[in-house]
């Protein structure tokens, strides 16, 4: 009988795995709510929400900070407020959850999709360069998961070319790259705080910018063309014509989760940071497994999920990433997944005629996506060192015995 578990084994994990719970909940926010209930105060951009917003713009070296309902609102309104509409492109990844894409469909713009850097899996700035047209107006470089864009390299990119940066941040919440928050690099930072993020009031999403102007816009296209602070039914002036504003408000109850979430982020990256170091230390010792590289200017490296990559060269014939990732289940390392499962375009959602979209190039990151990557639940960084010393006799067990 074999020694893995699969095959009728015993388990690495003997018991099955006690995570943290999702997000934590604390008390003394329970009561704030109470609080906020209790003022019959509840939105219109009300005293928490103008807070929260400001703080975690300045968190994150940005000036300004917009809260809204979602990270898919936040793209549409920083495409909007950039002034891209029908007859542009906007540039965004191969690899990506799919409301980067559709963001500039909203705006009637052309999504151009590009490949991936084969250490980070995010935007590869050569790929980025090389789609360029005269119609490009926009980029949105994501930092996927644990790593971030080479945002420096793209912004470079775009200035030169006189095009916009927008850097969707959804994984990247408290993430520095030489020292300098993420979503501060470009014209406009995006965020979502939707309920698996590492910021999450359930649902919300958050603007960052330095340029007062861009930050009026954002504002009035998510507040139906008040600008903010306006007293409600009392416009001070009307928005720019035909921007045809929005309400994407978000909530008082919403801005007291996450400013207490915000209060804790720094201890809580650098907790989940130790973790993932030990296991890019540790996981790629084991030959044909490789960790996702974080961003190589990297002073915070935030973690949405841990990416690691099986080499399929490296198993026996007839195995695949997706019997590894079954083997691994198999010994309780659950919560290992095998992620989107397809280029963004290709996702089952995605359901977009072919000439309101163009794609430039994706090979690297699809063959990541289809025969090398498995992605660990944030909840393995955010818990005890033993679990993670577990998770990695688990993938050396698997690899022992599934390796040529
Ligand atoms: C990379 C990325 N961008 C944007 C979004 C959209 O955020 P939301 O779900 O808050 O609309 C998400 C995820 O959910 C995401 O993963």
Not at 114 to 141: H, N, Q, S
Not at 289 to 313: E, H, N
Request: charged fraction near 25%; proline fraction near 4%.
């Amino acid at each position: 009988m074999s020694k893995l578990a699969i095959d009728g084994g015993s388990r690495v994990f003997a018991e099955d795995v006690n995570f943290e719970v999702w997000p934590p909940v604390y008390p003394e926010v329970a009561e704030k709510l109470t609080q906020i209930y209790m003022s019959h105060k509840w939105s219109f951009y009300g005293a928490e929400e103008m807070k929260f917003a400001e703080n975690f713009a300045q968190y994150h070296d940005a000036k300004f900070g917009t809260f809204m309902v979602n990270g898919t609102t936040t793209l549409e309104s920083a495409l909007k407020a950039l002034g891209i509409g029908p007859g542009d492109e906007v540039i965004v990844p191969s690899w990506t959850w799919m409301a980067t894409g559709m963001a500039p469909l909203y705006v009637g713009a052309t999504p151009v999709f590009v490949d991936g850097e084969k250490d980070t899996f995010c935007m590869d700035p050569a790929a980025f360069e090389a789609a360029i047209t005269p119609r490009t107006r926009a980029v949105i470089p994501v930092h996927l998961f644990g790593s971030m864009a080479d945002i420096e390299k793209i912004c470079a990119i775009a200035a030169k070319h006189g095009i916009r940066v927008i850097e969707d941040c959804a994984h990247a919440h408290g993430g520095k790259w030489n020292g300098k928050g993420v979503g501060s690099f470009g014209d406009v930072g995006s965020f979502s705080f939707q309920q698996s993020k590492i910021m999450t009031a359930g649902e919300g999403g958050l603007c960052t910018t330095s340029d007062e102007e861009l930050f009026d816009r954002i504002g009035r296209f998510s507040h139906i063309g008040y600008a903010l602070g306006s007293k409600q039914g009392k416009p001070a002036a009307p928005p720019a014509m035909d921007l045809d504003c929005r309400n994407y408000r978000c909530t008082e109850f919403q801005a007291v989760i996450l400013q207490d979430q915000l209060e804790r982020l720094e201890a809580d990256s650098l907790r989940r940071k130790a973790n993932a170091d030990y296991l890019h230390a540790e996981l790629n010792k084991i030959p044909g497994i490789k960790t996702q590289a974080p961003g190589r200017c990297a002073t915070m490296q935030s973690y949405y999920v841990f990416g690691i990559t099986v080499d399929p060269a490296v198993l026996k014939e007839g195995k695949t990433k997706a019997d590894v990732l079954a083997a691994l289940n198999a010994e309780g390392a659950v919560e290992v997944f095998a992620g989107w499962g397809a280029v963004t375009w290709k996702q089952r959602l995605w359901n977009v005629s072919p000439e309101r979209f163009r794609v430039e190039s994706f090979e690297t990151v699809e063959d990541i996506i289809l025969n090398r990557i498995m992605l660990a639940d944030i909840r393995w960084l955010n818990g005890e060192r033993s679990l993670c010393e577990k998770l990695v006799e688990a993938f050396r067990k698997v690899m022992e015995e599934y390796s040529k």
